[in-house]
């Protein structure tokens, strides 16, 4: 007997009995809705968490932090320090796509009445490209003036030193990084002495143009929200300018209180060209005598709690598509019971047993199959409804996003899965049926 007579004949036999192959569908689509909606609920965690971590920075970057703030130790040895040697051979690690120096230092803000003391980061302009701008560009390649790129939550901490600032007020204060001049002090040493002695005279202010400002409004958070930003060689120009010979507050000196003839990093970033690689870059780094720290150290024990409750989620899931095989093999037994007769005629026709067991097997499947199916569309119609409610995904782990999340594997799984459970609940039933014997079964009413 050809597949397609078998399977006309299946479907005539589903079509006849319609409530109750209505009710043992309708099993199937509870059971796969269940899997499907549960599994989703997990994978949108997972990328949910995944989106949090990359917020912070990449997933295939190290930062690396040395001794930017120490002197001698007690054994007289010198600090381990990140120098544009140390760079170069960071550079010839394996794995390593490129390194990018960081170089902070400590300024003071002022724009009218307004002021606040921050970090001044300088970073190459391939790092500079990475950050969001909503306003304004990046300097130039090879522009040897000072340009900041502002956080956008720096504003906050900008106060006129009476009425205080975002916090003290509820109000931001009135600071234009785009429309007007922004007055930096660059040797704070000076600028606090002076404060404390009246005769100490104050040190010099420069007029710093703005570059942009980071895409976000000031609760909006991010890696780049709270820095202020510019490019290290210009800030690096800048520096030696304003210090000459003498040493530059935040950089280390030698025993003599002298001033390196070079700059020390306070860090820096090192890009691996693949997240598999970072163990082992940053394994390089930590032997080299650094700090190394990852996203993906956080990421992987982030994704292995999320694997632990998708699975627990997908468990509680399949109990329903478990409680629909056991409908799905008693609706084929009653068949066998209510076809007894049919079956005996085809045996004494000489049909193959294995077509009368592939003809309970079909409509096992188009059980599952049709269950499958309607429940995947109802999934997505539950899956549409919770991420409706946003605030959930961002109540739970602190970032904004769908909470469910379907990918095109799992519709796919979960049919197949749902053809499987209704093939597998019906081959047992389709053996007793190939068993019976022929006489009993044309004798049978």
């Known amino acids: 007997m050809r597949f397609i007579d078998l399977l006309a004949m299946s479907m005539n036999n589903l079509r006849r009995r319609k409530l109750r192959t209505a009710l043992t569908v309708l099993g199937v689509v509870i059971g796969t809705a269940s899997i499907v ?46 120098t544009d040697e140390v760079i170069r051979q960071m550079e010839q690690i394996p794995y390593v796509e490129s390194v990018y120096p960081m170089l902070e230092t400590r300024v003071m803000l002022i724009q009218g009445k307004y002021s606040t003391d921050t970090n001044l980061i300088g970073a190459p302009l391939e790092y500079l490209k990475d950050i969001p701008l909503g306003q304004g560009s990046l300097p130039d390649p090879g522009e040897k003036e000072v340009k900041l790129i502002y956080g956008n939550s720096v504003i906050q901490w900008f106060s006129d030193g009476r009425r205080g600032g975002y916090w003290e007020t509820g109000e931001l204060p009135d ?87 070079y700059f020390v990093y306070s860090s820096c970033v090192v890009n691996v060209d693949k997240m598999d690689h970072v163990s082992v870059v940053q394994e390089q780094l930590s032997d080299m005598g650094f700090q190394a720290y990852s996203s993906s150290e956080w990421m992987e024990q982030t994704q292995k709690q999320s694997m632990m409750i998708q699975a627990v989620l997908g468990g509680i899931g399949a109990i329903s598509l478990f409680v629909a095989a056991i409908g799905i093999a008693n609706t084929m037994m009653m068949s066998i019971y209510e076809r007894t007769k049919e079956i005996g005629v085809i045996k004494v026709l000489g049909c193959d047993m294995g077509a009368i067991r592939n003809m309970f097997l079909i409509e096992s499947g188009c059980i599952g199959l049709l269950g499958g199916l309607i429940g995947i569309i109802f999934s997505y119609g539950v899956s549409f409804a919770m991420n409706r409610f946003q605030s959930i995904g961002e109540m739970m782990v602190g970032v904004a996003g769908d909470i469910s999340r379907i990918p095109p594997w799992l519709s796919l799984a979960a049919v197949g899965f749902a053809i499987l459970v209704g093939m597998v609940a019906g081959f047992f039933p389709a053996m007793r049926a190939m068993r019976l014997s022929p006489l009993a079964a044309i004798r049978n009413e």
């Open 37 to 82: 909606v549960m599994m989703s609920l997990g994978i949108g965690l997972r990328e949910l968490n995944r989106e949090l971590i990359e917020s912070f920075g990449s997933l295939t970057a190290v930062e690396v932090r040395g001794d930017y703030y120490y002197g001698y130790g007690e054994d007289n040895t010198e600090p381990n320090y990140l």
């Open 175 to 261: 600071v234009d990084f785009m429309g007007k001049p922004m007055f930096v002090i660059f040797d704070m040493d000076k600028y606090y002495q002076s404060m404390g002695d009246p005769s100490t005279k104050a040190p010099k202010k420069y007029l710093i143009n703005t570059a942009g400002v980071v895409e976000g409004d000031v609760r909006s958070g991010g890696s780049y929200s709270y820095s202020v930003y510019t490019e290290l060689e210009a800030l690096k120009t800048q520096l030696k300018r304003i210090f000459r010979k003498n040493p530059i507050p935040g950089q280390p000196t030698n025993k003599k209180g002298k001033a390196y003839p």
